[in-house]
């Protein structure tokens, strides 16, 4: 795999990635807002489109491939999907989607989606901000890399692969890439 498609450190709480994907730019900005498109990439849950407003997201990883694999076991009580709370700060179609992520007794990070056409082609920009610890940070990495290579296989048209085996092979390339990352910056 090229090192281009892995997520990249923009400081010690943040990750970028970035994607080309076949378009049009308003097909993909279907596919980050309408909750029938994203459930085959990422999670169901209807937003209202306008900043300040709260939704949900219903995950269900199992589900977003028809092949079939078990959760691991740390992952088990996810079986049968999870809930998570989120708010819009920003809505600007189709170029830019900014939501909270996560929270709960802690402050949420936040999630950036940029989109800019690229002749037939669209790329993604996703960034992920103020993420904490670095399993947090391993974790959320491994996780959005899997979720964009199945959406690429949804916009292509083609089967994904099961989510889980490929969450813990990214989640394992991602602890020795942000490992050594963070290393070599706290060394500068």
Request: glycine letters at 8%; hydrophobic letters at 35%; proline letters at 7%.
């Amino acid at each position: 795999m090229s090192d281009d498609n892995y997520g990249r450190l923009l400081d010690l709480t943040s990750i970028r990635f970035e994607r080309l994907l076949p378009g049009p730019i308003e097909r993909v900005w279907a596919y980050l807002t309408e909750s029938d498109k994203r459930a085959q990439w990422l999670a169901a849950g209807t937003m209202e489109p306008r900043p300040g407003s709260a939704f949900a997201l219903h995950f269900d990883h199992a589900n977003l491939s028809p092949q079939q694999a078990s959760a691991p076991e740390r992952f088990r009580n996810f079986e049968g999907g999870c809930t998570t709370q989120h708010e819009i700060r920003r809505f600007e179609p189709p170029h830019v989607l900014v939501m909270t992520w996560g929270g709960g007794n802690e402050e949420p990070s936040e999630v950036t989606f940029e989109l800019s056409e690229e002749g037939d082609q669209v790329r993604l920009v996703l960034t992920h901000r103020r993420l904490g610890d670095i399993d947090t940070l391993v974790d959320v990495a491994g996780g959005w890399h899997t979720h964009l290579a199945i959406l690429l296989e949804v916009l292509e048209g083609r089967t994904p692969p099961p989510f889980w085996p490929v969450f813990e092979r990214m989640e394992e390339d991602y602890r020795w890439r942000i490992t050594l990352q963070r290393n070599g910056r706290n060394q500068q």
